[in-house]
């Protein structure tokens, strides 16, 4: 009996805790990936620049638990852009990324959709993404939910 107590005090906890950290915004960013992948560790899109279909992970690299802050502005064919700062994790994926896929795309997706194809170009150590247009305000005040703006103190 002192076990069922147990463990329903600790399924308690571990839903409690599951609620507590659910978000209003998804960041996934995903890299290309090799087309001759299986259909388990691949999907394919649609690259915006070529319009070609390319191969991307399914699993992501980044995803919002990674994301610290974020910093949002108008774009100019009226959607918006936001920089985002990621913790160390993040910057660690990042920066691997960067220096591993040279040559490559990384995929965003915000709330399920593409929102843009960052081509890796350089090595990126800062633990920032930049995105340049393509958000929508509500994807901003989701984002506003889960991080702080760039500059602010930490909740």
């Given at each position: 009996m002192r076990t069922h107590g147990?463990?329903?005090?600790?399924?308690?906890?571990?839903?409690?805790?599951?609620?507590?950290?659910?978000?209003?915004c998804t960041f996934?960013?995903?890299?290309?990936?090799?087309?001759h992948d299986t259909d388990v560790f691949s999907m394919s899109t649609r690259a915006r620049s070529s319009g070609k279909d390319v191969a991307i992970q399914k699993l992501p690299w980044i995803t919002e638990h990674d994301v610290v802050a974020f910093a949002p502005y108008p774009?100019?064919?009226?959607?918006?852009?936001?920089?985002?700062?990621?913790?160390?994790?993040?910057?660690?994926?990042?920066?691997?990324?960067s220096v591993e896929r040279r040559g490559s795309l990384l995929f965003v997706f915000i709330n399920g959709?593409?929102?843009?194809?960052?081509?890796?170009?350089?090595?990126?150590?800062?633990?920032?993404?930049?995105?340049?247009?393509?958000?929508?305000?509500?994807?901003?005040?989701?984002?506003?939910?889960?991080?702080?703006?760039?500059?602010?103190?930490k909740k």
């Open positions: 147990v463990l329903a005090l600790c399924l308690t906890v571990a839903l409690t805790l599951a609620i507590a950290k659910q978000r209003h996934r960013v995903h890299a290309q990936a090799n087309p774009a100019p064919d009226g959607t918006f852009g936001a920089l985002f700062q990621l913790d160390e994790h993040g910057r660690v994926v990042l920066d691997t990324l959709r593409p929102i843009t194809e960052l081509e890796v170009d350089r090595r990126v150590s800062d633990g920032k993404i930049y995105i340049p247009s393509g958000l929508t305000s509500a994807d901003v005040e989701l984002m506003k939910k889960d991080w702080r703006m760039i500059g602010q103190r």
